[in-house]
């Protein structure tokens, strides 16, 4: 009994101490963060450069919220198949409409977002994802059938989407110096891809322009959520396209649990989302036991898990090309595009769980999954592949001259 006594005196404070040792851990590399990067003062974001924009923003993607990011990304593309005008083009060019291109868009549209996320602003590969991406937009947007409204929404979604995910599922919320980071960094995205800002009452040849990013995220914030009250309506494409890009989402469930997935992905929306999309909401237990999921998470992040290391960073992408200039995706959730049939990738864990869901594993199919990765100036629907280098060329050099990783706002 006295054993067991002097047991619980010693191990007591040690099980108290750790969940507090864990949260200052956590709460270290924030404080890192803004002693690195100081601007101390509202006044003082005007002078915030896009390199260290993106470098805050790098931090939060592959450090502090990798999981909790990425899902953001994909829920702001998901999001804007609520708005008919965006749903009906997909259906139309059947990319995100049909099961057979579904998949390969959605890899597509990862790869070309990952690449200009994960490297400088003033890198070949930024350069080249985002005269892909604006090449790839060029002729819908010349033809009127992409609209300039349609283009900023989208855009002011990668900003908008991480920053909500995060405040609502994370172990903690963000400071306005990374909000202002996310809003610099997005708003010179939309400079190299040519996407007006007249809409926003500090943008076009009347305003007065913007003052910083913040400045810049909350305008976009408060004229993405008017545009969703006008914009964002029930329609059949909207659901048609939503349908197939659920099916990417729960790809690696088992087939039995599909509806469960299915209601986790209506949980994840707002109601205005769901009505757009002609979703149900999920039955109140099975919001309960979601929400108790998220809380439990954000309970253990942040007092029972260490920070993430440097060298667990969360990478989907190869750092560096092969002899052939060709990337490859280092991970997959869906299908396995871009992915390298190694050893390791055809027996890890994920391998496995793949294998036993009756998935395809990397280099499963012979080229269909293209096993030997990407060119970034290839990327997009098969019928693209191969061309636009004129294009891209011009758009490239247009990006050397702009894009030099100084401040957007100057």
């Known amino acids: 009994m006295e054993s067991n006594t002097s047991v619980l005196v010693y191990i007591t404070p040690l099980l108290l101490a750790y969940p507090l040792l864990t949260s200052l851990l956590r709460f270290r590399r924030h404080h890192n963060l803004h002693e690195r990067y100081h601007?101390?003062?509202?006044?003082?974001?005007?002078?915030?450069?896009?390199?260290?924009?993106?470098?805050?923003?790098?931090?939060?993607?592959?450090?502090?919220?990798?999981?909790?990011?990425?899902?953001?990304?994909?829920?702001?593309?998901?999001?804007?198949?609520?708005?008919?005008?965006?749903?009906t083009v997909l259906t139309k060019t059947t990319q995100f409409s049909h099961p057979a291109t579904s998949l390969k868009r959605y890899s597509d549209t990862s790869a070309l977002i990952q690449e200009f996320i994960a490297h400088s602003p003033s890198s070949s590969r930024a350069y080249t994802s985002l005269a892909r991406t604006r090449f790839l937009h060029a002729a819908y947007r010349a033809s009127g059938t992409i609209r300039e409204d349609d283009m900023l929404y989208t855009l002011g979604l990668f900003a908008i989407q991480p920053i909500r995910f995060i405040e609502r599922f994370e172990w903690r919320g963000l400071s306005d110096l990374e909000k202002c980071a996310i809003g610099t960094f997005w708003k010179s995205v939309g400079d190299a891809l040519a996407i007006t800002y007249d809409a926003l009452p500090s943008g076009g040849p009347n305003g007065k322009g913007f003052k910083d990013g913040l400045h810049w995220l909350e305008e976009i914030t408060a004229w993405s959520d008017a545009y969703e009250e006008r914009c964002m309506v029930p329609h059949i494409k909207n659901r048609e396209t939503a349908d197939q890009t659920t099916a990417v989402l729960v790809y690696m469930l088992p087939r039995s649990l599909h509806h469960v997935g299915l209601k986790f992905v209506s949980f994840m929306m707002d109601e205005r989302l769901r009505r757009a999309m002609l979703y149900d909401a999920p039955p109140p237990l099975y919001a309960t036991v979601f929400s108790a999921l998220l809380n439990t998470r954000w309970f253990v992040l942040r007092y029972l898990t260490p920070p993430r290391p440097y060298f667990m960073r969360y990478m989907s992408l190869t750092e560096t090309p092969d002899e052939d200039n060709r990337i490859f995706m280092t991970q997959w959730d869906a299908a396995p595009y871009y992915v390298k049939p190694s050893l390791w990738n055809r027996w890890s864990p994920t391998a496995w769980v793949t294998w036993i869901l009756g998935r395809p594993l990397p280099g499963d199919e012979g080229e269909r999954y293209y096993p030997r990765g990407y060119r970034i100036e290839d990327v997009g629907p098969r019928y693209f592949e191969g061309k636009g280098g004129k294009s891209m060329e011009e758009f490239v050099e247009e990006l050397k001259m702009a894009r030099t990783g100084g401040c957007p706002f100057h």
């Open 39 to 87: 601007f101390p003062t509202r006044e003082s974001f005007s002078h915030m450069t896009d390199d260290q924009a993106w470098e805050i923003q790098k931090v939060l993607a592959q450090l502090e919220f990798p999981f909790i990011y990425i899902k953001a990304l994909q829920f702001a593309l998901f999001r804007t198949y609520g708005i008919p005008s965006i749903s």
